[in-house]
C-alpha cells in the first residue's frame, strides 16, 4: 500500500490524477492500493500530523480489517509538506 500525502484539495486531485494516469499507462505496479489523502482545511499540520491523520482514514477505511490485510506487506508513506505539483516525472 502506498499512501501520498497532500496539502489540500487542489493538490489531492493532481496526485490523484497522475496516479491514475500512471497505472492506464502501466508505469506504476497496478497490484498496490494507493491512496492519496490531503489535510484538513485550516493550519498546516506537518509530517506527524499527517501520520496520524492518515492512520485515522486508514482506520476507518479498512475498519478492523488493517491488521490482517497488511500482515507481512508494508504501508509506504509519501509526504508532501509544500504546495508542490510534481510528484512523477512527466
Known amino acids: 500500500m502506498v499512501v501520498v500525502t497532500a496539502v489540500d484539495e487542489e ?3 493532481f496526485y490523484t490524477h ?20 490531503s489535510d484538513p482545511p485550516g493550519t498546516k499540520i506537518g509530517c506527524g ?3 496520524m491523520y492518515v492512520l485515522e482514514f486508514l482506520e476507518d477505511q479498512y475498519d478492523n ?21 510534481f510528484f512523477f516525472p512527466q
Open 65 to 85: 480489517e488493517l491488521d490482517s490485510r497488511t500482515l507481512g506487506q508494508k504501508i509506504q508513506f509519501i509526504y508532501f509538506l509544500f504546495k508542490e505539483r
Open 11 to 13: 493538490q489531492h486531485s
Open 49 to 51: 500530523g499527517s501520520t
Open 18 to 37: 497522475q496516479l491514475n494516469e500512471k497505472r492506464k499507462q502501466n508505469q506504476i505496479p497496478t497490484n498496490i492500493r494507493y491512496h492519496v489523502i
